[in-house]
């Protein structure tokens, strides 16, 4: 068994904190970004931030997964972590500011990969379909949040 990494990362034109609260409002938000590729989104317990359960259906290269999800905040505001109940999986989202009005989003993905040929195939084309993925989800991400109302001025 080995690591495996897949990531994405994009800049977008909307203020950090508008995006974050997006990325971890998942009753009200999250869900409304997410590609076709995962399906039935549900809070089980909590609905912002750490110390939320989430479950969903995942759907690649003809195969879907359950998963559930309890998520952390490393860095409330600017990290948030999903880590998979039932598994090594753990994604992790990471909003950097880029001044005022626009922010630098990270996906990054990690799990410790399957052994043998299913684990070489799996560490070969996992990552590409993951970022390809991502890459999805930090595009639907940025014009999501450009329609979310701006934070009122602390």
Not at 59 to 84: C, F, K, N
Request: negative net charge; charged residues 25%.
């Amino acid at each position: 068994m080995s690591k495996v990494t897949a990531y994405a990362e994009k800049v977008l034109d909307s203020p950090a904190e508008t995006v974050y609260n997006c990325i971890a409002d998942m009753r009200n938000h999250h869900p409304n970004f997410l590609p076709p590729a995962f399906s039935d989104f549900e809070v089980e317990s909590g609905g912002f931030g750490a110390g939320t359960v989430t479950t969903f259906n995942f759907t690649a290269g003809g195969r879907t997964r359950d998963y559930r999800m309890a998520v952390s905040e490393p860095q409330p505001g600017r990290i948030l972590s999903e880590e998979d109940t039932n598994s090594s999986l753990v994604t992790t989202f990471t909003v950097t500011a880029n001044g005022p009005d626009r922010c630098t989003v990270r996906i990054n993905t990690k799990w410790e990969g399957a052994g043998g040929i299913g684990g070489f195939f799996e560490k070969r084309f996992a990552p590409k379909a993951l970022k390809r993925l991502y890459d999805d989800e930090l595009t639907r991400l940025g014009e999501y949040a450009k329609q979310q109302p701006a934070s009122p001025a602390s």
